[in-house]
């Protein structure tokens, strides 16, 4: 058995190509085209972590509790593989994986590695700290954690410049990486876990010249409620979150292409998936709703 599974955290397929999508992906395009979509794939329980959850256990998480770890006791398909002699490695920069309510779920891989910097990481410390304003309908509490997160976050892309130093780039190489070192090997499960295209929308500039935007017109970060941002600025925040599943275009083609320069495409299983979507002013709907207003 090999098995690689390619994730893109916060995907929405109507914004994709074989989907009907204006987005540029010619890369899932291909992959439709040597692949089976299943359309009928629906998530049970959202938003990170629980899908998460259910991706392991097998079981619906919000029949019986919130966001939360694997429990002890809890069923895992990654542990279960590894105690069958399935070597299971995950790379990833999906922070929630070292945080509370998610520190669980990795030690269930045979070996693992993260990769640091995304959406306000605790990861560069730096004791001045920019100044960081936001403005939104949110309550006291949700605003100040924003902010936060948004200052360690300016930190960290400092210590980006480049896109070859950017977290996306860097999990992609990762799990090339363990394919290359791997390639001759059986019985092993890679999984890739990307957390891009999940806001903030921090997308290298070539990318979003294909849309006609600069990164100085956006900062990326998505309000989480009704009826924002509005007017213009509704399709400058679509066209940063496309430019971003561009990006993400790119990097799925990347793998691929090594799955097939490796003689591994013939004969690995490649899956390609999501946790959940996004909303972009569906419905003046923006962010991740929890609830619908009657």
Known sequence: MKAVMLMFDTLTRNHLAPYGGDAITPNFT???QESAQFDNFYVGSMPCMPARRELHTGRYNFLHRSWGPLEPFDFSAMQALRQHG????MVTDHKHYWRDGGATYHTRYSTFEFIRGQEGDCWKGQVEKPVIRWQGNEDEETLRRRAGRMTQ???NRAAMPTQQEHFTHRTISAGMEFLENNCEQDNWFLQI???DPHEPFFVPEKYLTQYGCKPEEFDGWVPYYC???????DEKVRKFYQALITMCDDYLGQVMDKLKALNLW???LFIVCTDHGFLLGEHQWWGKKHHAGV
């Open 30 to 32: 291909r992959l439709a």
């Open 86 to 89: 399935v070597h299971t490695h």
């Open 153 to 155: 976050d300016l930190i």
């Open 193 to 195: 876990e990307c957390f």
């Open 227 to 233: 009826g924002a941002p509005g007017g213009k600025d």
């Open 266 to 268: 013939d004969d690995t």
